[in-house]
T-cell receptor, first 116, second 117 residues
Framework: DTEVTQTPKHLVMGMTNKKSLKCEQH?????MYWYKQKAKKPPELMFV???????INESVPSRFSPECPNSSLLNLHLHALQPEDSALYLC???????????????FGPGTRLLVL | AQTVTQSQPEMSVQEAETVTLSCTYD???????LFWYKQPPSRQMILVIR??????QNATENRFSVNFQKAAKSFSLKISDSQLGDTAMYFC??????????????FGEGTQLTVNP
């Protein structure tokens, strides 16, 4: 089973709203990722959690706040977003065969976000 | 730093025909994986095939196979017996092995493949 789930599927929010995206996997993967993807472009890495610790932050604006409450769950908290933040937000996870390097990433279906 | 280049922004193929998507990459690393992911209009990024750089044998998954030329840094995807469901954006991706902070992927710009009935 290589399933990563994401909720909600679609989200519309105003620039003053606070919302959260949720990602879940039960594959025992210990790295989880957030990506932002614009139409017809490859995904851009935002954050990586490795063993529940933030390991990579690709200089993402502070209006995006990630959280990893446990090894199966990853959240992305959104606050005061701009219209240019409208995009598809993808979550992924990957496994480390030994406690060390991580391997293949498996992606969730994404959340389509529209900021008005 | 690694770069991945997909030189064909769009391709089309007739149903049941064979099509090859190109990908080249540049790296100084020796230990890495290469991937093809597909992203249909439904938007989920789906792993198609993986190639370990240390393996000389080309990876195959049913109708999908790769031609991995390590010296030339080329990694093309062949889709045989194309089906309408193969219509998608295809991304080639590079991953350096050994990163403990997470497996960082470098993507190409993608090839939009359309399978025509």
């Amino acid at each position: 089973d290589t399933e990563v789930t994401q909720t909600p599927k679609h989200l519309v929010m105003g620039m003053t709203n606070k919302k959260s995206l949720k990602c879940e996997q039960h594959m025992g993967h210990r790295a989880m990722y957030w990506y932002k993807q614009k139409a017809k472009k490859p995904p851009e890495l935002m954050f990586v959690y490795s063993y529940e610790k933030l390991s990579i932050n690709e200089s993402v604006p502070s209006r995006f706040s990630p959280e990893c409450p446990n090894s199966s769950l990853l959240n992305l908290h959104l606050h005061a977003l701009q219209p240019e933040d409208s995009a598809l937000y993808l979550c992924a996870s990957s496994h480390s065969p030994t406690r060390g390097a991580f391997e293949t990433q498996y992606f969730g279906p994404g959340t389509r976000l529209l900021v008005l | 730093a690694q770069t991945v280049t997909q030189s064909q922004p769009e391709m089309s193929v007739q149903e049941a025909e064979t099509v090859t998507l190109s990908c080249t990459y540049d790296t100084s690393e020796n230990n890495y994986y290469l991937f093809w992911y597909k992203q249909p209009p439904s938007r989920q990024m789906i792993l198609v095939i993986r190639q370990e750089a240390y393996k000389q044998q080309n990876a195959t998954e049913n109708r999908f196979s790769v031609n991995f030329q390590k010296a030339a840094k080329s990694f093309s995807l062949k889709i045989s017996d194309s089906q309408l469901g193969d219509t998608a954006m295809y991304f080639c991706a590079f991953m350096k092995l050994g990163e403990t902070s997470g497996s960082r992927l470098t993507f190409g710009e993608g090839t939009q493949l359309t399978v025509n009935p």
